[in-house]
C-alpha cells in the first residue's frame, strides 16, 4: 500500500530536531526548478503566486537561501506545516512508525516532484498549480509529466489523501482500480446533512494517514477508520470513494484555526 499526502505552503525553517534520513528522489530536477524561480523577480513572483509585494520578497529570499547542504534540511513531513500535518501528527510516531511511514507514505511537492516523509529538504514555495514564465517550466503538469507516477511500486494499492492540485501527477499514469480516495464529511447540525469541510477533511486526511502508519492496516481494513469522530458510511460510500462521516468533528485541537 502507498499512501499519497501533498505538500503545504507554509514550512517550518530547518532546526536541530529529527535529523533527515533520505535524499528526494528527483532532487536534480527540484534544483533546476530553484534555478528558474530564481530568475523570477518579486513582482512576477507576486503575480504568479497570487501574493502581496511584501510577501513574493520574503519568497525570493526563500528560493536564493533553498540549500542542499546538510544544514538546511530537515525532514519533509516535520517541515510542513498545515491541517493535514496536525492530523498526521508526525513528532509523536515511534521509530517502527518512521521506518514504516518511509516505506508507504509519500509526499506530492511541486517543487521536489515526491518525497519520503523523512526525506531532507530545504523550505520554497512552489504549489503543483502555479504557472512560471514561459518555458520547459511554465507548466508544472507539464515539466513533471510521468516523472512522479514513475517512482510508485508498479503494483498494489494507493490511498489517495492528496488535493486534487497534486493527484494529477499521479492518477492520470496509474490504473485506477488501483485508487482508493476517501472522503470526509461532516454533520450539518441546522440540516443532518452529510457535508464537505475543508478543515476538517484535512485534518482527516492526516488522522487517516497517521491510523494507516501507525496501525500497520491492511488494505481490507480500510473501512474499520474511527478516528476523531468519523465512521464508515456505506450508504454515502463507493469502492474507490469510502466515505466517512462524524456527526461531531473531534479534531478541533489539532488546529490552531479551531481552538
Known sequence: MIILMHSSKTMRPPTSGLAPTGTPALLDRA??????????????????????????AKVRDLHDEWSTKPDRQAPAAATFVGDIYSGLQVDTFSAADRAYADRHLRILSGLYGILRPFDGISPYRLEMGYRLQPGRHSNLYAFWGTAIA????AKGRIVNLAANEYSRTVLPHVDAARVVTPRFLTVDAASGEAKFVVVHAKIAR??????????????????????????????????????????????????????
Do not use: N
Open 31 to 56: 534544483e533546476e526548478l530553484v534555478a528558474h524561480l530564481r530568475a523570477h523577480s518579486p513582482s512576477e513572483l507576486a503575480r504568479v503566486m497570487k501574493v502581496s509585494d511584501d510577501l513574493a
Open 206 to 259: 492526516g488522522a487517516f494517514a497517521r491510523w494507516l502508519v501507525t496501525g500497520r492496516v491492511k488494505e481490507g481494513a480500510i473501512r474499520e477508520f474511527a478516528e476523531i469522530g468519523y465512521r464508515y458510511d456505506e450508504a454515502l460510500s463507493t469502492p474507490a470513494e469510502p466515505a466517512f462521516v462524524c456527526e461531531e468533528f473531534g479534531g478541533k485541537g489539532l488546529s490552531v484555526r479551531l481552538t
Open 150 to 153: 514513475e517512482q510508485l511500486p
